[in-house]
C-alpha cells in the first residue's frame, strides 16, 4: 500500500477544483512525503487551474451525462465513462491510495466507482447546498461526507458533517487592513467588486457598464474591481476608452485575476453569481454580497447557496431576469450610504464562515485513511 498517496478526483469549474487544491495543500504540508494525484477529464478548467501548481493531474475521458435519457449523448457519456472506469480501476489498483476525495462532478464518478470496487477509503466533499446528481448517487458508498451548506445533508446518504469549504490559504495570511494598504486604498474609499466565478459571467458585466459612468460620476469615493472573464475582454477595453479620463483611474478591468484573495479582503461590496467557492470566500473575508445566482446551473443548486447565505442575514439575492444597469446603480448606491447594513451584513457574513474548512477536511480524510490500515507520519 502506497501509504502517502492521495486522490483527488477535481475536475470540471473552478468550484470543483479550487477547494481540492486547498485540501491537497494542506496535506501536503502536513503529511511527510504525500503524494497526490488530481484527476479529471478533458473538458473541464482543471489543466488551466492546475498548470500553477504542483501536482500531477491524469485525465480520463468521461463526459457529461445530458438530462435527458432519450439523447445520444447519453450513449456516448455512457461508452466513455465505462472506459474511464476501467482506467480509474487500474490506476488506484497501482497506486493503492490511502483515501480518495471526491467534489462531485460526471469527472468524479470514475474515480468513486474504482474506489468503491477496491475499498479503499472515500471521502465526498459536496460544495452546494444541493449535491450534485454524482454526489447524490453514490454518498452511501462514501465513509464520510463533508457539506459546506448546511441543507445538503437531507439530500445525501451517508454520515454527513458540516465543515464548510475549503479555500486557497492565501485567505488566512490576509486581513482588509492589508489588502487595502497593498492597493493602495484610501480608509473612505468604497471597493466594490464585480466577478463572475471562474468563467467569468457577461450578464454581471453588462449590467454594471449599463450604469458604470453614472456610478463613478455621482460617487466619487467609489472604486470598481471588475473581473469580466476572457469571453468579455474586447467589450471591457472599448468600454474602458470610452470612460473619461477623470473616472477611468477608478475603475479597473481584467479578464483574469490572480491574486483574488487580495481584491476581496480590500472590498466593501460585491456582485458576483453563486457559486460555492465564492460564496465561501467572500464569507471568510467578510465581504457583504449581491448574489446573482446563474439560471442554468443544475437543480438551480445557485439559488439555494444564495438563499442560505442570505437568510443568514450576509447577502442580498437577485435573480438573473432582474439583474440590469438599473438594479446595480440603485443597489450600490444605497448601500453605499446604509453603513449600518453593510456593517450587519458584514458581520453575518463572519458569523456562518468556516476558516477552518480546510483543515476539518484534511483531519477528516487522515481519520478515514488511518482507519483504512493505513500508518500515516505527520511532517
Known amino acids: 500500500m502506497e501509504e502517502r498517496a492521495f486522490i483527488m478526483a477535481a475536475g470540471g469549474t473552478g468550484g470543483h477544483i479550487y477547494p481540492a487544491i486547498a485540501v491537497a495543500e494542506e496535506l501536503s504540508e502536513r503529511i511527510e512525503g504525500a503524494s497526490i494525484l488530481f484527476v479529471g477529464t478533458p473538458h473541464g478548467l482543471e489543466r488551466e487551474i492546475l498548470k500553477g501548481h504542483k501536482f500531477e493531474l491524469k485525465l480520463l475521458p468521461a463526459r457529461p451525462f445530458p438530462k435527458t435519457i432519450v439523447d445520444l449523448r447519453m450513449i456516448l457519456a455512457v461508452l466513455s465513462t465505462a472506459l474511464a472506469s476501467m482506467m480509474a480501476l487500474k490506476m488506484l489498483k497501482a497506486l493503492k491510495p490511502a483515501a480518495v476525495m471526491s467534489t462531485g462532478g460526471y469527472a468524479s464518478i470514475p474515480v468513486i466507482w474504482a474506489a468503491h470496487k477496491l475499498n479503499r477509503p472515500l471521502a465526498i466533499l459536496e460544495p452546494n447546498s444541493i449535491p450534485g446528481r454524482a454526489n447524490r448517487k ?4 462514501a465513509d464520510v461526507i463533508c457539506i459546506a451548506f448546511k441543507t445538503a445533508e437531507r439530500f445525501l446518504k451517508g454520515n454527513a458533517i458540516h465543515t464548510g469549504l475549503p479555500v486557497r490559504k492565501d485567505f488566512k495570511l490576509l486581513t482588509r487592513v492589508t489588502a487595502r494598504s497593498s492597493l493602495g486604498l484610501k480608509e473612505d474609499e468604497f471597493v466594490l467588486l464585480v466577478f463572475g466565478g471562474s468563467r467569468g459571467a457577461r450578464k454581471l458585466n453588462i449590467a454594471l457598464w449599463e450604469k458604470l459612468e453614472a456610478l ?4 466619487e469615493k467609489l472604486i470598481i474591481y471588475h473581473i469580466c472573464g476572457a469571453h468579455s475582454w474586447e467589450d471591457a477595453q472599448c468600454i474602458l476608452s470610452r470612460l473619461p479620463n477623470n473616472l477611468r483611474k477608478r475603475y479597473f478591468v481584467w ?3 490572480e491574486d483574488m484573495p487580495k481584491l476581496i479582503y480590500s472590498s466593501d461590496l460585491a456582485i458576483t453569481r453563486a457559486g460555492a467557492s465564492s460564496i465561501a470566500e467572500l464569507l471568510i473575508a467578510g465581504v457583504p454580497s449581491i448574489l446573482v445566482p446563474y439560471p442554468y446551473a443544475m437543480d438551480d443548486h445557485q439559488r439555494y447557496n444564495a438563499i442560505e447565505v442570505a437568510d443568514a442575514g450576509a447577502a442580498i439575492v437577485v435573480s438573473d431576469d432582474e439583474m440590469c444597469g438599473d438594479m446595480v ?15 450587519a451584513m458584514r458581520r453575518a457574513a463572519l458569523s456562518i464562515a468556516k ?17 483504512g490500515g493505513c500508518n500515516l507520519l505527520e511532517a
Open 255 to 257: 479578464a483574469y485575476y
Open 138 to 141: 453514490f454518498s452511501q458508498w
Open 355 to 371: 476558516p477552518n474548512a480546510t483543515e476539518t477536511v484534511v483531519e477528516v480524510l487522515l481519520s478515514i485513511a488511518r482507519k
Open 216 to 219: 463613478l460620476k455621482e460617487n
Open 329 to 343: 446603480y440603485q443597489m450600490v448606491s444605497k448601500l453605499m450610504v446604509e453603513k449600518d447594513k453593510l456593517e
